[in-house]
């Protein structure tokens, strides 16, 4: 384009856009600088806010927090603030008592999420009631829902002394329920952990058991092959009879190890482990008692207390009375064939008891005792009486029948 045309404003051509992709080359170096120097500098989250000290200049430097403020800081200034007893926090605005013993290690890179963790982890431990434990299904929501309100109270700092002041009401009058159950959630964790390690031991036996079942295969492959070659070898008889003779032995030998392995799997297995070896139980009788009526007045809907009776021992005569109405059983009785029955080796051998015969005999002898002949016959004549009507009307009734049936 002409020298005119350049000064009215018009650039020539292809000149307004090398202007273009050199600004715009030049933007990205200056971006790409610039996230180089960011990317250099330590960040806020990977500084001390006590003494300073970055983790730039210092990669082992571990930072701590403590669940009362969640103010981090790195170790060295725990060690030298804390080690001496606890002090305020050297957070500028906080001014909490920190004690050494609760700083630990943080777990998630958000404070915040680190804080609700906590928060949901010890209201938990306090709010333990488990399904079983209320009459419905919409009590143990109601349940959940009230719990929730009082986590998101803590979390957003909503009423808090409130909320604390409950949650250590229900803690302090519900203690021995907070106990069983989670001494129950800890005993139903270990049967867990014994069950999946049961189950991993049994799939390791299952895979020795094929590998090993493989190798023999292998071995019996290999030896009825090397039968075969000495046959050849010593020449005695046709070589497809050898041959023959020699596969109808390998697969005997298998069919044979197969039938074994069939036999071992139709045999019940004894389980080595229960499927509650530390007897948490369900509630249903096996565990301990469940329910109760909270005292706080906080939590609705549970159930009464079920109490389980111990089993009673067994009784063979099911609670029917052995008792002796017209003599008393001793344990000694004068008579010289007793005395021989005492002592002679013969009768005592087999495990014969004198007090056997002393029981049996009076047993018989006292008997009839019992029977009052006179009141057993009033007490007939009295049935006899009752029933006589019934039998009348009853022949009655099929006279009637015969009747009926003549007419017809």
């Known amino acids: 384009m002409s020298h005119t ?6 650039a020539a051509p292809g000149e307004e856009d090398g202007e273009l992709y050199s600004q715009f080359d ?29 983790r730039y200049l210092n990669p082992k430097m571990r930072f701590l927090l403590n669940p009362e403020c ?26 909490k008592t920190l004690r050494k013993a609760r700083f630990k ?3 998630f890179e958000d404070v915040k999420v680190e804080r609700e963790v906590d928060i949901r982890r010890r209201v938990a431990s306090i709010f333990n009631r488990r399904e079983e434990e209320f009459n419905r299904l919409l009590d143990f929501n109601n349940y959940l829902e009230l719990v929730e309100v009082l986590i998101f109270n803590l979390i957003d700092n909503t009423d808090v002394a409130a909320t604390e002041a409950k949650i250590a009401a229900y803690a302090s009058q519900n203690a021995s329920i907070i106990a069983r159950n989670a001494a ?7 049967s867990a952990e014994a069950r999946r390690a049961a189950e991993k031991e049994d799939a390791r036996l299952r895979r020795e058991a094929v590998r090993k079942e493989e190798i023999d295969e292998k071995k019996e492959r290999a030896e009825g092959k090397r039968e075969i070659v000495e046959r050849f070898k010593h020449g005695k008889g046709d070589a497809d009879d050898i041959l023959r003779e020699g596969q109808k032995s390998i697969l005997k030998k298998s069919t044979a190890r197969q039938l074994e392995k069939s036999k071992l799997q139709q045999k019940p297995q004894v389980q080595s482990h229960s499927d509650d070896p530390f007897g948490v139980g369900n509630g249903n009788g096996n565990g301990p008692a469940i329910g109760g009526v909270d005292p706080s007045g906080l939590i609705q809907g549970l159930k009464p207390i079920e109490v389980v009776e111990p089993e009673k021992p067994y009784d063979p005569f099911g609670g029917m009375e052995q008792k002796r109405d017209y003599y008393v059983l001793q344990d000694h009785y ?4 007793l005395d021989k029955a005492r002592t002679d080796p013969v009768i005592t051998a087999g495990g014969y008891d004198v007090k056997e015969y002393y029981s049996r005999t009076m047993h018989e002898a006292f008997a009839g005792l019992g029977c009052f ?24 009734a099929g006279d009637d029948d015969t009747g009926m049936q003549d007419a017809l």
Not at 5 to 10: H, I
Not at 184 to 189: A, D, P
Not at 334 to 337: G, K, Q, R, T, V
Request: glycine share 6%; charged share 15%.
């Open 5 to 10: 045309a350049q000064q009215n404003g018009a």
């Open 26 to 54: 030049g933007l990205y170096l200056h971006s790409s600088s610039s996230n180089s120097i960011a990317d250099g500098l330590p960040t806020s989250s990977a500084i001390c806010p006590v003494c300073k000290s970055s």
């Open 70 to 95: 969640y103010h981090k800081m790195c170790e060295s200034c725990v060690d030298r603030i804390f080690s001496q007893g606890p002090a305020p926090c050297p957070v500028a605005g906080c001014g």
């Open 105 to 107: 290690k943080q777990t």
């Open 184 to 190: 129950l959630e800890s005993k139903e964790h270990l």
């Open 334 to 337: 004068e008579h010289s064939w």
């Open 373 to 396: 002949i006179a009141d057993e016959v009033a007490a007939r004549d009295a049935l006899a009486a009752k029933s006589t009507p019934t039998v009348a009307a009853a022949i009655a």
